[in-house]
């Protein structure tokens, strides 16, 4: 029993060590190329180096860390293809979401989208830090899907929409965040009309400023990218 007590709490602290990790990659706070120290990691978390190495492991699989031996953990360079591909499949994915959503909206799911951009709305004027603003941008994004009647198919973008997310981060400031909310606004009036036509246009044209700008994330942080 101690030893499945122990398993446990080393697959908890493994599982915390990854988020956080995870998101320090995301937010840049370790940048790509950066070396990653498990001894470091260790010390901060309060943790041993097993969880550590574990979360390194899973980060590898995902793509954020290289791992080589005699030299070390790396934070992976942004590939360029990689966002890419991401964001095409996010696309492909959210625009047939955004259609059913739709063909499906009710009252209370309108008024919660609602609800969800004047949150919105809310954070801005009272400024606050941007991390709100993502989250809420999240959070309707998958209301999105869970009024499509496929919130698994949340999961799938929400895993591909990390390496997205990294460039989010680079690119992502308050000048931005009004023309969030107005694209949001367009998205959340034509899914609670039911119009169908108009929700997929919308939901393009929010989609389409991580596309356009890719090109000069490669020429304002090379350093950066493979």
């Not at 030299?71 to 992976?76: A, D, F, K, L």
């Amino acid at each position: 029993m101690t030893g499945m007590m122990n398993r446990s709490r080393e697959r908890s602290s493994s599982d915390h060590a990854y988020i956080e990790i995870r998101d320090k990659i995301i937010t840049t706070v370790l940048k790509p190329g950066e070396r990653i120290s498990e001894k470091a990691l260790s010390e901060e978390f309060g943790i041993s180096r097993t969880p550590i190495r574990e979360a390194l492991m899973r980060l590898r699989y995902d793509g954020f860390v290289d791992i080589f031996a005699q030299r070390g953990t790396y934070v992976t360079p942004i590939h360029l293809e990689v966002v890419r591909a991401a964001h095409y499949t996010r696309s492909v994915l959210e625009c047939a979401l955004v259609r059913d959503a739709a063909a499906h909206c009710s009252e209370n799911d309108a008024r919660e989208l609602q609800e969800n951009l004047e949150q919105q709305r809310l954070v801005y004027r009272q400024k606050s830090q941007l991390y709100r603003i993502e989250e809420l941008d999240e959070a309707l994004h998958q209301k999105i899907a869970d009024i499509a009647g496929r919130p698994s198919v949340w999961q799938v973008i929400y895993h591909v929409q990390l390496h997205i997310n990294r460039v989010r981060t680079l690119f992502l400031n308050t000048a931005r965040v009004p023309a969030i909310i107005e694209e949001h606004e367009r998205i959340i009036g034509a899914v609670s009309r039911h119009d169908v036509a108009a929700a997929e246009a919308a939901m393009q044209a929010h989609l389409e400023y991580m596309e356009n700008n890719i090109e000069r994330l490669a020429n304002e942080y090379s350093e950066y990218l493979s």
